[in-house]
């Protein structure tokens, strides 16, 4: 294991939000960002079902994802609204346009990009993922992955989540490409 390394002390200036692919790294990868910067971590899915008092799956399966997708925006307003953190998203949460438009106006994006084998590792035990319930789900997901690659690609930022780098080396990878814009952190006097 690698030798843990202080982080020299970092003022968050606005939100940081986690957007990629489901099995990116988003939750771990941002919850570990915010432990280095001493922010709160907050994570749109589960602020959602925290809200509905229902899982993701349920609400796509009783309600549908386009209402999903209308609940999200709400949240990820609501939460960039209020104090910098870091905010992890759901992998469809960029995909929306005025998402987009309200994190480019609010905070910094950044894409934790991960090829389809690492995704498909990291999410192919896991019932938990509503679009993966399909006849097909690596196909479904390879498909997902080549539809939302380009809209993920206009990112602030993007870091790769490899398989081999351990969460910590992925959240300072993170960190370090944040330190080059001047926007997003800086060293207090």
Do not use: C
């Not at 939460?79 to 953190?85: E, H, K, N, R, S």
């Not at 998402?99 to 896991?126: C, E, H, I, P, Y």
């Not at 997901?141 to 206009?154: I, K, M, Q, S, W």
């Amino acid at each position: 294991m690698a030798e843990r390394v202080a982080i020299p002390d970092l003022r968050l200036k606005k939100p940081v939000v986690m957007v990629g692919m489901m099995g990116a790294g988003k939750t771990a990868v941002g919850r570990a960002v915010a432990g280095h910067l001493h922010v709160p971590f907050l994570d749109s899915d589960h602020e959602i079902e925290t809200a509905a008092n229902m899982t993701i799956a349920e609400i796509f399966a009783r309600d549908g994802e386009p209402f999903f997708r209308v609940k999200e925006a709400q949240v990820i307003a609501r939460l960039l609204a209020g104090p910098p953190m870091v905010l992890s998203t759901g992998g469809g949460a960029f995909m929306q346009e005025d998402n987009r438009a309200l994190v480019a106006r609010l905070g910094v994006s950044v894409w934790l990009k991960a090829d389809l084998d690492t995704l498909w590792a990291r999410v192919k035990q896991k019932a938990t993922r509503p679009l993966l319930r399909t006849a097909d789900p690596y196909g479904t997901l390879a498909g997902l992955v080549e539809a939302r690659d380009p809209t993920y690609a206009l990112a602030d930022v993007t870091v790769r989540s490899e398989t081999g780098f351990s969460i910590d080396q992925t959240a300072r990878r993170v960190i370090d490409a944040l330190k080059a814009r001047p926007d997003v952190l800086e060293t207090p006097e």
